[in-house]
């Protein structure tokens, strides 16, 4: 089943399946400890934004303008980093066009403020928006 960005929610699980546009990526670093390249990007849809994290392949693979379907992805906090949609190691990122969607950069779901929900612990509600947009990839002035 194919979810809308807005409607994605911070989870250990697997299991998102959805469709974005890339608008941006940031310049590719190395991890020391296992020298796999990764890279942070901004991918919106119809109906929100988001950061999404790129390992290895995925940063070459990619590039702005790109229409990408995530199968199986994540959407979860990542040290140093923040709250992002990422692939994970049963996930998979496929690109299946270019430039040919329709989206929109606000709100960013990553910089919204988290909080487990009382009633079910392992689930989480939105509590506040720290910024409508990307602080990683700030509007054009």
């Known amino acids: 089943m194919h979810v809308f960005l807005k409607d994605i929610l911070p989870a250990a699980q697997s299991n998102i399946n959805t469709r974005f546009i890339i608008l941006d990526?940031?310049?590719?670093?190395?991890?020391?400890?296992?020298?796999?390249?990764?890279?942070?990007?901004?991918?919106?849809?119809?109906?929100a934004s988001v950061h999404i994290h790129l390992w290895g392949d995925e940063c070459d693979a990619s590039?702005?303008?790109?229409?990408?379907?995530?199968?199986?992805?994540?959407?979860?906090?990542?040290?140093?980093?923040?709250?992002?949609l990422r692939a994970g190691k049963r996930g998979k990122m496929e690109k299946v066009?270019?430039?040919?969607?329709a989206f929109v950069e606000t709100p960013n779901v990553c910089e919204i403020q988290w909080n487990p929900d009382?009633?079910?612990p392992k689930?989480?509600?939105?509590?506040?928006?720290?910024?409508?947009?990307?602080r990683i990839f700030p509007p054009l002035p």
């Open 25 to 47: 990526k940031a310049r590719s670093s190395s991890l020391h400890v296992t020298s796999v390249k990764s890279c942070i990007a901004l991918a919106a849809d119809e109906t």
């Open 63 to 84: 590039e702005a303008g790109d229409i990408v379907k995530l199968t199986n992805g994540i959407f979860s906090y990542v040290r140093n980093s923040g709250l992002l």
């Open 97 to 101: 066009g270019e430039f040919t969607v």
């Open 118 to 120: 009382p009633e079910y």
């Open 123 to 134: 689930r989480y509600i939105k509590n506040s928006v720290v910024s409508v947009y990307s």
